[in-house]
Each structure stands twice: as C-alpha cells, then as structure tokens.
C-alpha cells in the first residue's frame, strides 16, 4: 500500500482536493481559491485603484489546538515561516497540542474632553446612574449587534512637548462579540459626543471620537509543552532558556524575537481578512505595558526538563465584517481553518504565533537561523536566475549545499545544467 503523502508533497490540485474534502470547500470556494481580487472588486475596496498585489498563501499543518485538528492559512512572502509553524507544531502535538483561551471580544472606545471647567463635576455627572443609563441607550441605539456595556472616565494631564493642559477620557467599552467592531465603536463614540460635551460643562470641547486598538480586554493565551528529545535535548532546551533571557531582557533582541511571532500570527491575520496593523500596534504596546519592550512568550523547563511556553496578546479579530465580508478569499480561508467565531480565530493566531516562535529560538539557539531559512530562500534566488519548472528545485538544492546562495552562482549552476 502506497504511504500517504504529507501535504507538502503533494502537487497543486491533490492540495486542492484534499483541502475541498477536507474543510468542505464549494467548487466556488475552491474558483475563490484560484482566482485573484478582482479589480473591480478592489476599487471598491479602496480609492485610486490600479491594480492589486499578490501574496502566496500557504497552510500550515500539524496544529492541535484544544484538542482540534485545524489547517492554518497562512499569507506571507518570507520562506520557511510556513515549514517552520508545521515543524513546531508537529513537535507540540506529540504533547497534546496547543492550549488556547481568548476573553471576551470587549473593545474600548474612546471620547476626549478638552477645556472642562469643572472636572471633578464632569466625572460625577457623566458617571451618574440615570445619565450613564442614557448615553449607553444612545450607544446601543447605534450598535446593532454590538453591545454597550460600560462608560468610565480618566483624568490626564499633557506630557507632550507642547503642553496642552489638563484632559479628560470618556471611554466606552462594548462587546463587539464574532466582529472586530472598529467601525461600530467609532459610530457609539460619536452618537454620545455631543451629550458627553454637555454633561462636562460649558466651555468643555470633544476632540476624537474613536476606538482603542489597545485591546486589553481582549487578551488571547495559549501554551504548550515541547518535549526536550523532540527538540535537540536538554542543552538545546537550556540553549533556548538563554535566547528568551535575552528577548526578555533587552529591546535590542525583544523587537526581532517579537517579529518572528507576528510572522506566524500576521500572516494568518491577513489570509482572513483582519487589520493586521491594529493587531501589530496593540501587541507591541502590551509587549512594553511594564515600561520596557519585552517579549510577548514565556519559555521555562518544566520537572521532566521539557521546554514549556506561554504566549498572552491582545487580539481584536473577527469573522464577520470588513473585508471578510467583501473578500471571497478570507471567507475560505476562515472556512479552512474551522473556526466558529472570533475567539476560535483568536485562539488560533495565538498558538501559530506561539509555534513560529518556538521554531525560530529553536534554529537560533541550535544551528543557526541561516541554515533552514536559505535553503527556502534558495528557491527564489533560483527563480531569479532564471530557472524553470524542475531546474528550480536541481539549482536551489545545489547552491543551498554549497552556502552559496547568490544570483551568480544560481546562473552558473542553470549553465551548466542545460549544457547537459
């Protein structure tokens, strides 16, 4: 009996075929698939349209998460991040998987004051119950499916060079539940502006009407145990230690460590359709919320010497919406990936980063990034140089082996393998 083929062997069409059984594609998921964002569709999307750009999507395997077998979409240009998540995944799912959590989808919006005469006044009458009860009945009024559920108020005075005097915060927080919600916080905000500005007092001035996309509320976790034979032994266990020590204690380091784990979780962010920019700007800031810039895992060995990780972030994403609701391609990506509703989603985004971060320390601390990394990359050099069909794969695989990823020596491989 033949053995089955792993999903990186297979060709184009048998991906196709097993992904289509597999997650139950439609003949036009599977055309979604296959058929770029048309441009029509893109000028509506954007203005001052010219065309669009393309990104190769991938899927990542091997995930277990929560005790769910998942396929993982993942958008990217950069080679082996894609290998590199199925490889740590692989090794995690011998231990169980990955354990994931994600609160509720609760954003913050936000309504600053100026010029209030009377702050302390201000704050007791906006916090009042029956105006409180008033300006989330406005909300609600505004929110659809979106839920108000609470207002609170913060005092602050300017720090910026230019001074600008003492402010208040009115901040909002709803539960936007399975969408994003920025677009429906930003409406809530405005709707309770001009009440907000009457309760501060006369003389007091709304100046931005918005959403945070400093999700706090919205923190996703996920852990898993990797099994120290499984990963290089016990000195590549201790060797991994080390490399976190330094992610964890120096900004220099912590900003590369943290890139390679948005590697994983952007890429997945934006095969279904998410604001990965928000999701960038709200992990980075949690990753600084004690005053310095740290990583955003926790590795420590475990009583067994096992290496045992941990990944908490702020994540506001969502499966209905946006461009998930204009992109036919993000559609099928989340209905490859099986997820039921946006904490599934967040869920899933932690533990692909949780997983590409555990295989890149492990290439650090081991035999080096370079080695896995440009043997994929030998493939575009190869391109580069001009070959085609089998000749790319002849060509990469030989200057990969010689370390001699460069254009030029891509050509002289490709000469001399047509000469033969």
Known sequence: MATKKKFYEMSRKERLAYLKNKAKLSDGDIDAILSPLSFGAANQMIENAIGTISIPIGIATNFVINGQERLIPMAIEEPSVIAAASKAAGIAKKTGGFTAE?????????IQVVSVPDPVSAKRKILDGRNKSDLLAVANSK????????????EMQDS????MGHMMVVELVADTKDAMGANAINTMCEAIAPK???????GSNVVLKILSNYATRRLARCKAVFAKDDIGGGEVVKRILYAYALAYSDTYRAVTHNKGIMNGIDAVALATGQDFRAIEAGAHAYASRDGTYRSLTRWQMTEDGDLAGEIELPLAVGIVGGIVSVNPMAKVALKIMGVKNASELAMTMAATGLAQNLAAIRALASEGIQKGHMALHARNIAVMAGAKGKQVELVSRRIASEGAVTVSRAKEVLSALRKK
């Open 143 to 154: 929110g659809r499916s979106v839920s108000a559920l609470d207002i609170s108020v913060r």
């Open 160 to 163: 910026s060079p230019n001074k």
């Open 196 to 202: 907000i500005q009457e309760l501060a007092g006369e």
């Open 102 to 110: 994600a609160k509720r989808s609760l954003m913050i919006g936000q």
